[in-house]
């Protein structure tokens, strides 16, 4: 490891992707100082060292699921909000688009999940573990059966072979 430049926020419970063009975005999170969630993101470039600010999430978030999408764009789900000292679990869901350095609000999940998790699948659809399908060409969710409360290890069997989970 080896020191690299510092971020434009500190942060905790934040998501990064690493976006096609070699940057990593990361996104929301808790402010370190009073655990409030934060709307904002930046981008680091690993070329440089160097991070920057990119435009704010639409809904300040902390402990959400990104993935990269297979059209290039970042997808961020649910979360939780803290503020003074009370959580709101989310149910949206927001896109970032690296050419445009912007967010743009999506299909959001059926029922709010404060600590999603998830995986991008082959068809290009993401698997949320309540278990909830995105579409990416209709920006909408489905649920095909009832979700059994197996969540918490889905985590744990994400992405092992060719994205089969």
């Known amino acids: 490891f080896s020191s690299t430049g ?15 063009n070699g ?3 990361v996104a929301g999170g808790n402010n370190v100082t009073d655990s409030n969630s934060l709307n904002s993101a930046e ?7 160097s991070w920057q600010a990119t435009s704010d ?3 300040a978030r902390a402990g959400q699921l990104s993935e990269v999408l297979q059209n290039g764009k970042a997808l961020v789900i649910g979360g939780r909000d803290f503020v003074n000292g009370t959580f709101t679990d989310l149910a949206s869901a927001e896109l970032f688009d690296p050419s445009q350095g912007s967010w743009s609000p999506t299909g959001s999940l059926s029922i709010p999940d404060g600590t999603p998790f998830g995986s991008l699948l082959a068809n290009g659809d993401v698997l ?3 278990v909830a399908f995105f579409t990416p060409a209709t920006g ?6 009832r979700s059994r409360g197996y969540h918490r290890d889905f985590a744990r069997h994400r992405k092992r072979t060719a994205h089969r989970v």
Request: aromatic share 8%; charged share 5%.
């Open 6 to 20: 510092s971020m434009t926020a500190p942060r905790c419970s934040h998501s990064a992707v690493l976006l096609p």
């Open 128 to 130: 949320v573990a309540r």
């Open 57 to 59: 999430l639409n809904v």
């Open 43 to 49: 981008l680091f470039n690993p070329a440089t060292g």
């Open 140 to 145: 909408a969710w489905s649920v095909p059966y």
């Open 23 to 25: 940057q990593v975005l």
